[in-house]
């Protein structure tokens, strides 16, 4: 006989600006529907394809259900099952021994497959902290962008999105929210239907691009550029709040000087555009206050990604759109939640903290550090990688060079996964992880201002079990004592936030469990009377901090690493820029090994211009070779002016192993950095193209 059904309350895990609340149908202990709250304001009841697919992921068949060690040679992905205490044991004693010898030498590695403070980095970091571990610099994704915001607004912070519904124009900045950003889009559509006039600024005609108004399509990498040549417009014709910038701007005179270098015409030939686009769009932006910018990442994988966030983020201080709710920019709001990450991850563990702090591996140079041998410099060769949240073979830069250092016979390697992804084949140990229908977590948003709480809908399918159990396993195997490895989940949600912040209201963790959601209580014009969080408490045009830090302080343009401007020589040999940005039904590499969603993407493509093919005699539909000097993919070209003249688009991110040559576009993108944050540089790589 059927259990009635049951609904539990759960919150959409994934790396995706919206943090989605859930509704999940359970029948007979099978979560077998997945829907979106209705009464979550952010959520409005929908959620994206992809996730509309979670319970099909959850119970898909390939799930791994158990403890398993290799077999095969490393990559093969031959394991056989043991039992938990077994691998409990094994990580334990190779663990150990390496802690014992050079704590350094392991290294843990992690990205956002869950972005729960729980389950992301609470138990795990503290594990590793307590070893005296490597740490990891996290700054795959967004490090570029962050630190743009902080040295102009002091955080990740910006306006409120549900505000964007009552802009009168939108500029849709590097960033394709149809496809990864989708409530975002809703309140933009709103807006047009009141009238809104909206921008996409990209190199390329993505799926929201083509249903904007206008379209800018400027070479990758040059937006610093075209935000300095909208302040040059600006300042000319004195478009300004005079009075915003006197109380609530820093460095204006600086800033003023370096935006007049930049007069529409060297922008228009920097970006590839018209001079008119640079002058107009200028005017436009101007013509009122409630001018909002939704800038998303994909503007910042590139050399100047930091400043160009810069640049961009001191525009509404110009204009004055920040007196208004519907003005202003957004790129990140995960500032404005109150997370205590001390509490959750513990630092004070660290052996001998803070006289003693154990070097930092920036993640997107994970190829050059397993294959480094060690020396004085780079410190201890990496003995032991322990990866969760995150798929490095498929998502990590050069992927040839991650690979080869994953090969390696000597490297002991654990993977916490659900899936046997293209990581997972070269895991010493392969554990079984929970999805967020088994486990319990608390989450902050970066596109909106709730914070929520997610609990378990389901058991654990098979022996799976959460990232932080398996953590609090291996740390008591291993004989530590140190209680804080074994707080239960409960305890560390209890810890997420400083509950004492006005933000929140005066709630806890038990109100905001009771609830699912709470509204973070912050101004609906945030920055209307000043009150950044930079040192001056003002806008910073010019930033002290990055002067003292031998930076520039004032924002400027840099050519991209590899182009015409920033390396001639590179540019003869490979004429053609790459960028690799989300595809609509994966997130990241997350669902690619759902079927449904494989089979809509169909196969890799590259999208070329008419222009670039006939050079090369491609043809739509050719199976063509996109390489440089650091490797090569196959994809199926797509001939469209959907690129721009001189751009390839390749969309992501393909699990290597289900992809017809066993490659993906990480083949071709480099370990090289942006020039603030330390983030990674996808968009900012060139190739060359021929018929296969
Ligand atoms: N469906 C789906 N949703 C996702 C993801 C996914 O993989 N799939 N990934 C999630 C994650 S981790 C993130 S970080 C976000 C990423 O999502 P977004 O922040 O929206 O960023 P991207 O998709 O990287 O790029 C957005 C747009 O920027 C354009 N672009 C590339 N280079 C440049 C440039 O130099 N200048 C400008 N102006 N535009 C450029 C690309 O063509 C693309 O259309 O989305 C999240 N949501
Ligand atoms: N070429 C190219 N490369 C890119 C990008 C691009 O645009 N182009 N985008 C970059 C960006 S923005 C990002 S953010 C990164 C993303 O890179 P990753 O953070 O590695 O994201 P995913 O590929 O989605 O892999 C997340 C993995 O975590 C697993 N996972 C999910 N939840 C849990 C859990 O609770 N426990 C455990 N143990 N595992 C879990 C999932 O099964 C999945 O395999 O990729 C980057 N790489
Ligand atoms: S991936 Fe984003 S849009 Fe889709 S359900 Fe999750 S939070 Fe919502
Ligand atoms: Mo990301």
């Not at 031959?78 to 990580?91: G, L, N, V, Y």
């Not at 969603?597 to 050719?622: K, M, S, Y």
Request: proline fraction near 6%.
């Amino acid at each position: 006989m059927n259990a009635p059904a049951e609904f539990a309350r759960a919150v959409c895990p994934h790396d995706c600006p919206d943090t989605c609340a859930m509704r999940v149908t359970v029948e007979n202990g099978r979560a077998i529907k997945v829907s979106g709250d209705p009464d979550h304001p952010p959520t409005q009841g929908v959620l994206c394809t992809k996730v509309t697919r979670y319970a099909e992921r959850v119970h898909h068949p390939k799930r791994l259900t158990q403890p398993m060690k290799r077999v095969g040679r490393k990559g093969e992905g031959r394991f056989e099952p043991i039992s938990w205490d077994e691998a409990t044991r094994i990580a334990a004693e190779r663990l150990g021994e390496i802690a014992r010898r050079a704590p350094e030498a392991i290294l843990p590695y992690s990205y956002a497959g869950t972005m729960g403070l729980v389950q992301g980095d609470s138990i795990a970091q503290r594990f590793f902290h307590k070893l005296g571990a490597s740490r990891l610099d996290r700054a795959i994704c967004a490090a570029a962008g962050a630190a743009g915001l902080r040295y102009t607004f002091g955080s990740s912070l910006g306006m409120l999105t549900e505000y964007f519904a009552e802009s009168e124009v939108i500029l849709i900045w590097g960033a394709n929210p149809i496809a990864s950003n989708l409530h975002f889009w809703t309140r933009a559509q709103e807006a047009k239907r009141n009238g809104a006039k909206l921008i996409a600024i990209d190199p390329y005609r993505s799926l929201t691009a083509e249903k904007c108004h206008q379209h800018i399509a400027l070479k990758p990498g040059t937006d610093g550029a075209l935000a300095l040549g909208m302040m040059h417009v600006l300042i000319t014709e004195d478009r300004l709040d005079h009075d915003y910038i006197a109380a609530h701007t820093h460095g204006f005179d600086a800033l003023k000087a370096r935006a007049l270098i930049y007069t529409p015409a060297r922008v228009a030939a920097i970006c590839g555009i018209e001079e008119q686009v640079v002058v107009d769009l200028a005017r436009l932006y101007a013509s009122t206050r409630k001018t909002a910018i939704r800038m998303n990442y994909g503007l910042q994988r590139v050399r100047g990604g930091g400043n160009a966030v810069r640049a961009i983020a001191c525009l509404p201080a110009l204009t004055g759109a920040w007196r208004e709710r519907a003005g202003g920019v957004l790129l990140s709001s995960s500032g404005w939640a109150p997370v205590d990450a001390n509490a959750l991850q513990r630092p004070d563990l660290i052996p001998g903290w803070p006289q003693h702090q154990p070097r930092i591996v920036n993640m997107n140079q994970i190829g050059d550090a397993l294959t480094h041998t060690g020396d004085a410099a780079f410190g201890p060769k990496v003995e032991a990688i322990v990866v969760y949240n995150s798929n490095p073979v498929a998502v990590a830069p050069e992927s040839a060079k991650v690979a080869a250092g994953f090969a390696r016979e000597d490297l002991f390697t654990i993977v916490l996964e659900q899936f046997q992804t293209d990581t997972a084949d070269y895991a010493d140990l392969l554990l079984p992880a929970t999805t967020q229908l088994e486990h319990l977590d608390v989450h902050k948003s970066y596109g909106h201002t709730h914070v929520m709480a997610n609990l378990p809908a389901i058991a654990p399918v098979g022996e799976a079990r959460p990232n932080t159990e398996i953590f609090r396993c291996i740390a008591r195997a291993m004989g530590l004592i140190e209680p804080a490895l074994f707080e239960s989940d409960e305890d560390v949600a209890a810890q997420a936030f400083d509950w004492s912040d006005p933000a929140l209201g005066g709630a806890d963790w038990a109100a905001l469990k009771r609830a699912g959601w709470l509204k973070l209580d912050i101004p609906e014009a945030p920055f209307a009377n000043g009150g950044f969080r930079t040192p001056t408490g003002k806008c910073e045009f010019r930033s002290e901090a990055l002067a003292k830090a031998g930076l520039d302080p004032l924002p400027d343009y840099l050519p991209p690493h590899e182009s015409a401007d920033g390396s001639p020589e590179l540019a003869a040999r490979y004429p053609l820029a790459m960028i690799s940005p989300p595809a609509r039904n994966f997130l990241n590499s997350t669902f690619v090994n759902v079927e449904s969603l494989r089979a809509t993407e169909g196969e890799p493509h590259v999208d070329l211009h008419p222009a670039d093919a006939a050079l090369r005699e491609i043809a739509d539909g050719d199976e063509v070779r996109v390489f440089n000097d650091r490797g090569s993919m196959r994809a199926r070209a797509r001939v469209t002016d959907r690129a721009r003249s001189g751009l390839v688009v390749g969309l992501s991110i393909w699990w290597k192993k289900l992809a017809p040559d066993g490659r993906n576009a990480n083949e071709v993108t480099s370990q090289a950095l942006t020039d603030l944050g330390g983030s990674a540089t996808f968009y900012d790589c060139l190739v060359e193209v021929e018929r296969a």
